[in-house]
């Protein structure tokens, strides 16, 4: 059958802009044909319905636009809805990959049991041409792979329809012998097959293998380590990738096993536990053990280094800004940010050592409200730098799940010196100049030290020494030893407080682990604020700095008394050299009124490790809902010609980790935890918090 000539006809989708008078069928993310173009630079085009039919006419600006191939646009026609087409056009490599798919290539596909891994058998026309400028859909029929092959298929059942943008992996280098299926028409809409899909065998350098008396070049053999990212072979016979999450003998074993977590959920694997000991946590069924000796070095990212020329992120990746005039994004809802933000090229791009701003601006402003007021300034122009923040990072990163370098670097050119646009720098330094030079915001912080003098600053250093404290200490207990060893006060509750832990440099670390504490008690630390005595709980009128560190009055904690109460415990021979301070009386509290406590939630950590900066973030009151968040993941292409692909994901052992009582999390054995949980205690660099009750403004 010979192939028709395509129709050298252009294709288009709106990537932003609104709806002009009298062109409401042109919206961001509908798809049109381009029939004329005026003086002005628009487009004057016919707009295609969901169906594939035209719903009418259409003006929009050509910089409103990005351009398609025909084969594109039947793909993205039967994506719904139209949002989730610019968020595969903002994963430039899979769009890619789809587009190039051929027979018997292996993707993974969001189905209705969760993601499973299929082989597409054809590519499908799905509609009727009404008439002759209609155009029709296309979809992919996929044959699923049953991982499970301890019962025989007695009937082979229709093959399932899927569109591009159920497609979340593509396979490279995958092949399989073809099987003789007999398959069953879809009947729920008009579909036919078109012979426009090449066998996988045919397609040079892509999968299929070398040409027969060509030899394969070796697989490199590289060490494989905890972090490596591998294939092997399941049991199936499938090939399958992951990350290599523990490394060891299990119990009966003589050689090393590796244990992988998958890229995707199958059936048989489990959530990290082998027997009845659990060697590492993830998803249920994404974890694999296997001997070590038969797991392989990624190939998919190995084929990148063998391009001699890797893809242009700028080629690939479409610009995608939000319409003008709509209003600002609210922080992302607990039940919508995993949908939204989990999965590669999500959140904030790094490029040029800028992973310190990412996660910062991650951290701020991705679940948390509390410097949102910062970005909203009347009367600002929307070249400056508040506007700047909010309209090309804030919304798109709660709007879109994901924020181009272009906007990032389009950021770090306000910032006042050069050096933001290629140096490493420091969180806090970033966080001073945005804060106080850029958008002119009074310190967060006002302390009063002991000599009445009150000082202002943006963040905290904790500065103390490290026999002051146990081992493993808590962030409570780092900020309240701080605070009375260097005699300071908060004069009010702060609205935003950012901890910097006791480390120097990109080295030293005074203690290898250090606890996020996910509630800060801050009541002791206010100056002129009702206080309990430690020990009755009636009102203090006296604190001891000399009781900090005493074995037997809980060390680490700031100890306050009544009178009765401090005579008591500084009758103790120990005790008789401590010198109690009188504290200040609130006048506006009743004598018998209770004591209010004053309270900041955990919101964010910034981690940093061998100069690259990652952060932990809770997007919800669940004390489950932690993600994880770097910026330079991974990367597509060299340093020349390549792009960092960002990551984030869903860690809820982070919670279930610090749910637990702060006794046992300093014993805790890290053997048995996560990666991430390990990172989050071992590399803690700044911890986020916010009062819930407080604004910016007050």
């Not at 992988?260 to 249920?284: H, P, V």
């Not at 006060?489 to 005074?510: H, N, T």
């Not at 932690?626 to 330079?632: G, N, P, Q, T």
Request: a neutral charge; proline letters at 8%.
């Amino acid at each position: 059958m010979e192939k028709k000539e395509e129709r050298k006809d252009k294709y288009f989708i709106v990537i932003r802009g609104k709806a002009r008078n009298g062109y409401k069928s042109v919206c961001k993310g509908c798809i049109g044909r381009v029939e004329a173009e005026t003086k002005q630079g628009e487009l004057i085009g016919q707009m295609y319905s969901g169906t594939g039919g035209v719903k009418g006419g259409g003006v929009v600006k050509r910089e409103d636009t990005y351009p398609l191939s025909r084969h594109q646009a039947q793909l993205l026609l039967f994506v719904t809805p139209s949002q989730k087409r610019l968020e595969l056009l903002c994963n430039p490599q899979l769009f890619t990959a789809i587009c190039d798919l051929a027979q018997n290539d292996l993707v993974v596909v969001k189905h209705k049991k969760g993601l499973q891994p299929g082989l597409v058998k054809n590519l499908m026309q799905i509609g009727r041409r009404e008439n002759p400028d209609d155009l029709l859909m296309l979809g992919f029929e996929v044959e699923f792979v049953d991982t499970d092959q301890s019962q025989p298929t007695k009937k082979v059942p229709p093959l399932p329809l899927v569109s591009a943008g159920d497609i979340v992996q593509v396979v490279p280098n995958y092949t399989v012998s073809p099987r003789n299926l007999q398959t069953e028409g879809v009947n729920k809409r008009a579909v036919s097959r078109i012979p426009s899909l090449p066998n996988s065998g045919s397609r040079g350098g892509q999968a299929g293998g070398s040409p027969p008396g060509v030899p394969q070049a070796p697989t490199p053999q590289c060490p494989l380590e905890v972090g490596s990212m591998v294939e092997v072979e399941a049991g199936s016979g499938v090939t399958v990738y992951g990350v290599i999450r523990w490394i060891g003998l299990p119990e009966g074993q003589r050689d090393s096993w590796a244990g992988i977590e998958l890229d995707y959920e199958m059936s048989g694997c489990s959530d990290g536990k082998l027997g009845a000991q659990q060697y590492f946590t993830c998803k249920g069924n994404r974890a694999l053990f296997v001997p070590l000796k038969t797991c392989r070095p990624d190939g998919r990212f190995q084929s990148l280094t063998a391009v001699e020329e890797a893809p242009k992120y700028h080629e690939l990746f479409p610009d995608t800004p939000l319409e003008e005039g709509v209003e600002d994004a609210p922080p992302i809802p607990e039940s919508e940010a995993l949908a939204l933000l989990e999965g590669r090229m999500k959140g904030i791009q790094g490029h040029y050592n800028s992973c310190y701003l990412d996660s910062t601006l991650f951290s701020l402003f991705s679940s948390s409200v509390t410097l949102d007021s910062l970005c909203r300034s009347p009367g600002v122009s929307e070249e400056e730098v508040p506007s700047i923040l909010r309209r090309q990072i804030v919304n798109r990163l709660r709007r879109q799940g994901f924020v181009p370098c272009e906007s990032v670097m389009a950021f770090r050119r306000q910032l006042g010196c050069d050096s933001f646009l290629t140096e490493e720098k420091d969180p806090e330094e970033f966080i001073t100049i945005l804060l106080q030079r850029l958008l002119h915001v009074d310190p967060l912080l006002k302390l009063r030290s002991g000599s009445e003098i009150t000082q202002d600053s943006y963040t905290f250093q904790i500065i103390l020494d490290k026999e002051q404290v146990g081992p493993v200490p808590t962030v409570q207990q780092l900020l309240e030893t701080s605070f009375l060893s260097c005699d300071l006060k908060f004069e009010k509750v702060p609205s935003c407080l950012m901890v910097q832990m006791p480390r120097f440099g990109k080295g030293y670390k005074m203690f290898p682990r250090i606890i996020p504490s996910t509630e800060l008690d801050i009541t002791d630390l206010l100056h002129n604020s009702p206080r309990e005595c430690f020990l009755c709980g009636g009102r203090a009128e006296l604190e001891c700095p000399g009781c900090l560190g005493d074995r037997k009055l809980q060390p680490g904690r700031i100890k306050q008394y009544c009178t009765t109460c401090s005579t008591q415990v500084h009758s103790h021979p120990l005790r008789k050299d401590h010198a109690p301070r009188k504290l200040p009386a609130p006048t506006d509290l009743p004598v018998d009124g209770p004591m209010p406590r004053h309270k900041l939630q955990l919101f964010a950590v910034l981690c940093i490790r061998t100069s690259h900066y990652v952060s932990f973030v809770k997007f919800g009151p669940s004390p489950r809902s932690w993600l994880f968040f770097d910026s330079m993941a991974d990367r597509c292409g060299d340093d020349k010609n390549g792009f960092s692909v960002p990551e984030i994901k869903a860690c809820p052992e982070v919670g279930d980790f610090l749910s637990q009582p702060e006794e046992e999390l300093a014993a805790a054995d890290l053997s048995n935890t996560s990666n991430l949980v390990k990172r989050l205690l071992q590399d803690s660099y700044m911890c986020f918090y916010q009062h819930p009750c407080v604004s910016l403004k007050e």
